[in-house]
């Protein structure tokens, strides 16, 4: 075979298409890359908020615990009610009576939820000597977002310092201890690096 021939022939070979054998093990890839995964959200468990009823809420100052909340500053008193304090089982939402006194006598009570997951709370109802069982209900209770409109709620320091970790929902037993440790040195060396920067 001549020179030209032989070139020839290498030319045409290098022209023809990747024949790849039987025993190739890429070869379900490179013949499959049009296949699609169809992800049914329908198979995956929606979250829902479980019915809870609303506690009675706190009549005695030794049922309460304060906690140290900076946002609201030092005209404020934040104290909740540890006994009314639960985690949801099937929806994983913190609800607990919270108590803010003003240093003018004014008190506020209210009971929330935080849901860590969505970073969310929700206000169910007042504390109010009006109704009955001392209780006023929202009839159109809402979700609402931690950091608030302005960005600058309390409930986001709350939920950062108290009630969420960076995996999610903190145990109830962490929790309460949080709180009563709150304003220590001890609360300060505990939240270090899981305040803000890691949940929010």
Known sequence: MGRKQLLFAMLLILMLPPVFGAGDPYDKYRYNREETFDFDESLVEQWK?????????PNDDADLQT???????EDFEVKIDINSLEIGKKDRVIRY???VKGKLGAVNMMYEGV??????????AYGSKRKKGGISK???AKWLP???????????????DFFCHYSGVRKKTEIVQLIKDSGTQLFMKQNTGYGPSTFY
């Open 49 to 57: 908020e479980q019915d809870a009823a609303i506690p009675p809420p």
């Open 67 to 73: 906690m140290v909340v900076e946002k609201l500053g």
């Open 97 to 99: 009576w919270l108590v």
């Open 115 to 124: 849901r860590c997951a969505t970073k969310e709370y929700k206000t169910y």
């Open 138 to 140: 929202l009839k159109r």
């Open 146 to 160: 931690l950091k608030g409109v302005s960005g600058n709620d309390y409930h986001i320091e709350m939920a950062n």
